[in-house]
């Protein structure tokens, strides 16, 4: 026993160890705090942001201009989810989003319509295989020279008899969602679960109208229009040619 502690009484010294026993874990996280991976520091920061709040800081949404959505309806607000894909970290937090709402449906593959689709099937298969131990496959649909969303690549067999989830990026009118809920369901592929990043339209995108059950990471609505029922159009606001389908729309009016 070192020569300083033989001058303290044992009743004392047993206090002493005891108090340093019970209050040891305080102790080290305040002389040693916990050192956090990036996986931790990363996951922490992006549970306290939704779907919207990540879309806006990357700068993917664009408000206020007039645009043509991939539907040629007319709209006032852009959600560019390219410049979403730009960023993995962030693309891959979004995935595991899809992936956390579908951890205990047994899914088997998660299908979604190319282009952007297929960034989404790959990052919520991965997240959904660390999740689930198991291997969980990433397929993706392409569009036919009819614009249906089709198998292709051989990629039918790998649909076939397996619980699958759709995954897509924006939905506004849920026509490119239905077409590819027939294309899983003509291979002999089981939907177990429809859900997009972004409902635009949620009062026309659900199952009264659609009759299929359509869950969404977040809701952003916005105001669509006809093309001959356009308020920009009427007001002369000029179209945006730099994302959306704008270009198309006004090479289509000479």
């Known amino acids: 026993m070192p020569p300083i502690l033989k001058c303290i009484p044992l009743g004392y010294l047993g206090l002493l160890f005891a108090h340093i026993t019970i209050f040891k874990p305080f102790y080290q996280l305040i002389l040693k705090p916990k050192e956090y991976t990036i996986n931790e520091i990363t996951s922490n920061y992006f549970t306290m942001s939704d779907v919207i709040q990540i879309l806006k800081r ?9 645009f043509v959505g ?27 989003m899809f992936a956390e709402k579908y951890k205990d449906q047994n899914i088997e593959a998660v299908v ?19 999740i689930t131990g198991k291997e969980v496959l990433a397929l993706y649909t392409e569009k036919d020279a009819d614009k249906n969303q089709v198998f292709t690549r051989g990629y039918d067999k790998f649909a076939k008899g397996k619980r699958i989830l759709f995954v897509e990026d924006l939905v506004t009118t849920g026509g ?12 002999g592929g089981i939907v177990a679960g429809v859900c997009v990043m972004v409902n635009k339209n949620p009062t026309q995108v659900n199952k009264e109208h659609l009759g299929v059950e359509i869950d969404a990471l977040s809701v952003y609505e916005v105001a669509t229009f006809e093309a001959d029922a356009c308020p ?6 000029p179209v945006n040619v730099t994302v959306g389908h704008g270009k198309k729309f006004l090479e289509s009016k000479k």
Do not use: F
């Open 58 to 66: 990357v700068g993917a949404i664009l408000p206020n201009d007039h």
């Open 70 to 96: 991939t539907s040629g309806l007319h709209i006032d607000t852009y959600i560019n989810k390219d410049m979403l894909y730009l960023h993995t970290r962030d693309t891959s937090e979004i995935c595991k």
């Open 232 to 237: 920009m159009c009427k007001s002369a606001v």
């Open 176 to 187: 490119s969602v239905m077409k590819a809920i027939k294309s899983v369901e003509a291979v």
């Open 112 to 130: 979604g319509p190319a282009v952007g689709g297929i960034i989404l099937s790959q990052w919520t298969a991965y997240h959904l295989s660390e």
